[in-house]
Each structure stands twice: as C-alpha cells, then as structure tokens.
C-alpha cells in the first residue's frame, strides 16, 4: 500500500448528532442496520408461525386480528429507526448501545407473541415494544440537543408524540379484554400520526437511495423468512408423511410465487418516487400491507402443507386462499406503490390483473397453489416482455 492511500479508521467514539446530508454519495446501510433487520425476522417469524396455527385450526377472525396488531408492532419499530437512521446515523458509541437496545425490545416483543396469539396478553409484548420505542426516544431527544430552530423543534416533537403513544400502550393493558378491540386501533392511530405532526413544518433529512434500499433489504429478509418457513414445513411433512405426490406441487407453486415476489418488487429503482414527505409517508406505510402479506405467504404455505397432509382442519380452497389471499394483496400493493409510477399502456394493468387472477385460482382447490405460481410467472414472463417492446420503441 502506498503512503497517498487512506487508511480506514475507526469511527470515533463520540460524535455531535447532526444530520447527514440528503445529497451524501454512496448512502447505503450500514452493518448495524443489516444485523438490526436480521434481529426482527425473529419477531417476523413468530408472527407467521403463529398465523399459520391459527388459520390452519379454522381460527380465521382471531388469526387475522393477533396477526395484524403483532406485524404492526414489529414493522413500525423497525420503519421508525429507519427513517431516523437514514437522518441521523453518527456510528458512535452511545448510538450503536441504544440500536442494540432496540434489538433487544424486538427480541422481547417476538418472545410474547406466541401469547398474543394464545390468550390475548399483550403484556410481554407491550413492554418489548415499549422499550424499543423509548430507546427511539432518546435518539431524538439527542438530535435535539445538537439541532436549532425548526429541526430542533421536530425532534423534540418526535420525542414528546413517542412517549405520549408508550404511556398509552402501557394503559392499553389495565383495559378489559373485551375492551381491547376498539382501544387498541387508537393506539395505532396515534402512532402513524406522529412522523406527520412532528414534521409538519420541518423535514428530516432522510436520504431517497438510502430509504429505498432499506426497504428494500427487509423485504429482501422476509421473503427469506417465507422461503424458509415454507422450507421447514415442507420437510417436516416429508418426514411425518412421505406425501410426495402431495407436495411437489405446493413446492413449485410457493417457489414461483416467491421467485415472482422478488422479481416484481426489483424490478425497477424507487428512489425518484419519494420526492417529498406526503409521498414517502404514504409509500412507507404502504409497506405494512407489502411486508405483512409477504411474511404471511410462508403462513399460507404452512397452511397449504398441512392441508395437504391431512392436518388442517379447513377445507381446500380456505387452505389454498391462505397463500393466494396474502400473493394477490402483495402484487397489488407493490403495484400501487412501485409499478403505476413507471409503467404505461397495457403494462400498467398486468399487476392488478395478475393479482385478481391469483385470487381466482382459490377456484382450484388443491391445485390453486400451483395455479397461482403460474400466474405470477406469467406475470413476470409478460411484464419482461412489455418492458423489452418498450425499450426498443
């Protein structure tokens, strides 16, 4: 090495938390953030797991209900520290111990989710999420400090609206069970409307290449997730029951789903949609539908699987609506969020067509899975096509 090059050092210790700028070249996540969205799957994974439980056991209502209160959580601690990390990522000391605590709340929350699910406590929960949420808190109370003027104003904002929302969520467990279902909606609510109340005057400096990458990586990770509890029930049935002639088509059509999951949702950079705050946030959002029924697609499978083998008490078009339900609900979230802004003439309508598509394939009972994998790689095999036509226009 020659004595012009640079030589890496560490990152100091310390550092004034100011923001990073939203013109920074090369923004891209950093090892905490990739060891941070591993660190949920965990919580991704319970959640799905205990999903596909209860759909399996005909439980529908109380699956659907658990599941959303218990993907809201995860998926909201893990988009607010994005948002913040994309701003106000210094990689100092005390930055890197709070995001560490923060992987400890989700591990806390993941470790009560079964009981979510079971009976309705929220207890284990609430207080995992709680402390993920009040380390947020001193994360903008910390910016705070080092801002003026308008941004210090935001982040003090931010701070108040998040300890404001955490008493809340403690209160939530002195109220009756019966009471939950209308109580626990408000507490979402308030939530969502802190990012837009803190920053209604004052932008953060969140960072387009860098927020569409981030999303992208945990979409990346729950599509894993789903491959892998597929995987798993998959060779559980295997070896339980030797079901072979059952199974080869649920593992192809799963495998085509999730191969045409990826390929739609990279199909295209994003970064040049989020131009402003009203855009981003409702794009931001927008991905609890996409991730949530992306992870629920590895529950549908299990669902699927466990039909298959005789040990679901369901019948098989409600077995096989457990994946195509969560496949077409994903295509026409990333379609509404991602291909309407870049797509014209007939393309512009193959997402949304494909979805409604996969829904009818429920029609097939026992080969609907199947079915539906078809249907998503003809959607890629057509969107491919159109695009190339395009191109050479």
């Not at 709070?98 to 929350?109: A, D, E, F, R, S």
């Amino acid at each position: 090495m020659t004595s012009s090059e640079a030589v890496p050092t560490e990152p100091a210790p310390f550092r004034r938390m100011v923001p990073r700028s939203k013109a920074e070249s090369h923004r891209a996540a950093t090892p905490l953030e990739l060891f941070f969205d591993l660190c949920f799957v965990v919580a991704v994974a319970q959640a799905g797991s205990q999903l596909a439980h209860d759909l399996a056991a005909g439980h529908l209502g109380h699956g659907l209900y658990s599941y959303a209160f218990a993907f809201f959580a995860i998926w909201w601690a893990w988009m607010n520290f994005s948002w913040f990390a994309s701003a106000y990522d210094v990689d100092d000391v005390p930055y890197r111990l709070t995001t560490l605590v923060q992987i400890t709340g989700v591990l806390i929350l993941a470790a009560g989710v079964p009981r979510i699910f079971a009976d309705q406590d929220l207890t284990l929960s609430v207080v995992g999420y709680v402390v993920m949420r009040l380390a947020m808190v001193t994360q903008w109370l910390r910016a705070a400090s080092c801002e003026s003027g308008g941004a210090r104003t935001m982040a003090l904002r931010y701070a108040a609206g998040i300890t404001v929302c955490q008493v809340g969520w403690g209160l939530v467990l002195l109220v009756p069970e019966s009471a939950r279902v209308w109580v626990l909606p408000l507490g979402i609510v308030a939530e969502l409307s802190v990012p837009a109340l803190a920053e209604l005057h004052t932008q953060s400096n969140w960072h387009p290449h860098h927020i569409a990458e981030r999303y992208g990586l945990f979409t990346l990770i729950v599509l894993g997730e789903t491959v892998s509890a597929a995987t798993l029930a998959m060779q559980a049935a295997l070896d339980e029951h030797e079901a072979l002639g059952e199974l080869i088509p649920l593992a192809a059509g799963g495998i085509l789903i999730c191969f045409a999951a990826w390929w739609i949702y990279f199909a295209r950079p994003v970064h040049h949609i989020l131009t402003s705050n009203r855009r981003s946030f409702l794009w931001g959002y927008g991905h609890y539908l996409v991730l949530g029924s992306a992870a629920a697609i590895g529950a549908g499978m299990e669902v699927a699987i466990e039909y298959a083998t005789g040990e679901a008490h369901i019948g098989a078009k409600a077995a096989t609506a457990a994946v195509t339900v969560p496949a077409a609900l994903y295509l026409f979230t990333v379609w509404l969020l991602h291909a309407r802004h870049s797509k014209r003439g007939p393309a512009q309508v193959l997402l949304p067509v494909a979805a409604v598509a996969v829904l009818l394939c429920t029609l097939f009972g026992e080969s609907g899975v199947l079915a539906a994998g078809l249907v998503c790689a003809a959607a890629v095999a057509v969107g491919v096509t159109l695009h190339s036509r395009q191109s050479q226009v």
